[in-house]
Each structure stands twice: as structure tokens, then as C-alpha cells.
């Protein structure tokens, strides 16, 4: 057998053929798999600095949230609040708007660090349909459609945190404002330009889950027509998730 070249494999095996060191050593997978993840934990922790690591750690060991389910019908229209529209572009994220994603977690304060990488985790796990307004080629506003074909993704991912969606259902779920430009109405602007996409698609009715505690996201959705259909729990123990469904 020859020498392995510096990417683990073998230049020519028993048969001929390439032959991984994983193959022949089941240990040094494991070992490489286990060490992508710790570096991967790694490089989360050292974007969120010494007290953002502090504040995840510890509330991974054990937190209760209350959220409300809220829904509302498309066939009522979707009226635009009075106040001015902003002048943004609002189109389907780009694959190649994610290195910029990142480089701007690094400039943002510890929790809102937080906040930006679960929604790049939520893309990464299945979720495709991310809609983002941009001043420039800067994104500043994030949130996701869902529909009954991503129900797979909810089983497999996040059974324990959403339900299912009916054959008419979509979710509206998952919205990050950037801090400079909270107050400008691009929650409103966003959602209703996402619910009239479902409407035009032919969906009858959406849902969102929105925390007790975010009463700025509460109060834009109730003037938008939503309403609580149901209130959940929402448990973390030792870095397990799971909501009172």
C-alpha cells in the first residue's frame, strides 16, 4: 500500500482503486467528523465573544417561553399600513448574499449575533424560501415563507416546534430587522408582500409563532389581521428545544 497524500487517501488501494483512511479505519471518520463539529461550535462562540458564550450556554441549560399561534385568512385583503412604504428592494435571498451575511455578524453586539446566526442555521436546514430587502447590496431585512412542501423539513427538523401545515397553509416565520433600521415599518412591508405571494399561489390562510415577550412584533401582526388561535410553551433543557404542541 502507498502512502496516503495530505487529503487521506490512498493513492492505490488493493484493488486499484482510491481507498479512504475512513474506510480502513473506521476511528479516524469519527475523529474528523467530531473535530469539523467542535470547530464549527468554535468559530459560533468566538462570533458571539466571552459574554454572548456566556449568556447561550446558559440558557441552553434551561428556559420557559410562552408563544401565541397566530393566524389569519388570505381572503381578506391585504391592506398596506398608512404610513409610507419603505424604498427597498424585497426579493428572494441569493446564495451569493450569505458571505456578506456573514461578515456582517461580526459588527453586530453579542445577542443580535445570536439572533442573525439562527436564521442562517434555519436556511441551512431546509428552509429555502427567504425573502431579504437591501439598501445597496447591503441586506438589512430577513424573513421566511414556508409552505406544505417544506412539511418534510418541519417533520425531520423542527417537529417539537411547529406544526405541520395544512394543503392551503403557509407560515410566515423568523424575521430579522438589522438594529439601523428597526422603527421603519419593514415588518408590515415585508409580511404583506409575503402573504400576497401565498394568496396569488392559491394558499387560503397563514400562521406565524411570535414569543409573549415581543410586543413590537405582536402589535404589527394584530394590525395586519392576525389573531391568536393558540397559546404553547416552550421548554429548553440541556440544549434540547421542544414547544407544548
Known amino acids: 500500500m502507498k502512502e496516503l497524500d495530505q487529503s487521506g487517501i490512498s493513492l492505490v488501494g488493493g484493488d486499484g482503486l482510491p ?17 469539523a463539529r467542535v470547530g464549527e461550535a468554535a468559530n459560533i462562540l468566538q462570533s458571539l465573544g466571552p459574554l454572548g458564550a456566556v449568556r447561550l450556554m446558559s440558557g441552553l441549560l434551561f428556559s420557559l417561553n410562552h408563544y401565541f399561534v397566530m393566524g389569519r385568512s388570505l381572503a381578506a385583503p391585504v391592506a398596506y399600513p398608512s404610513h409610507k412604504k419603505p424604498s427597498l428592494t424585497f426579493l428572494p435571498l441569493r446564495e451569493e448574499d450569505i458571505p456578506n451575511l456573514r461578515k456582517q455578524v461580526e459588527a453586530l453586539p453579542s445577542r443580535e449575533r445570536r439572533e442573525l446566526l439562527s436564521r442562517l442555521y434555519f436556511r441551512s436546514c431546509g428552509f429555502s424560501n427567504c425573502y431579504a430587502m437591501k439598501a445597496g447590496e447591503e441586506v438589512v431585512y430577513l424573513q421566511w415563507i414556508i409552505f406544505p412542501e417544506e412539511n418534510s423539513v418541519i417533520k425531520s427538523r ?14 410566515v416565520e423568523n424575521v430579522y430587522t438589522f438594529p439601523h433600521y428597526r422603527g421603519r415599518g419593514l415588518l408590515p412591508f415585508g409580511t404583506l408582500q409575503l402573504l400576497e405571494i401565498a394568496k396569488e399561489k392559491g394558499f387560503s390562510s397563514a400562521i406565524c409563532y411570535i414569543r409573549n415577550d415581543n410586543i413590537t412584533s405582536l402589535n404589527e401582526f394584530y394590525k395586519m389581521g392576525f389573531k391568536i388561535v393558540k397559546i404553547i410553551r416552550e421548554y429548553k433543557v440541556l440544549g434540547k428545544v421542544w414547544r407544548t404542541l
Request: charged letters at 30%; aromatic letters at 10%; a positive charge.
Open 19 to 35: 481507498v479512504a483512511e475512513e474506510v480502513k479505519r473506521p476511528e479516524v471518520g469519527i475523529i474528523r467528523s467530531c473535530s
Open 158 to 171: 423542527f417537529a417539537r416546534k411547529f406544526y405541520p401545515l395544512s394543503e392551503r397553509q403557509v407560515m
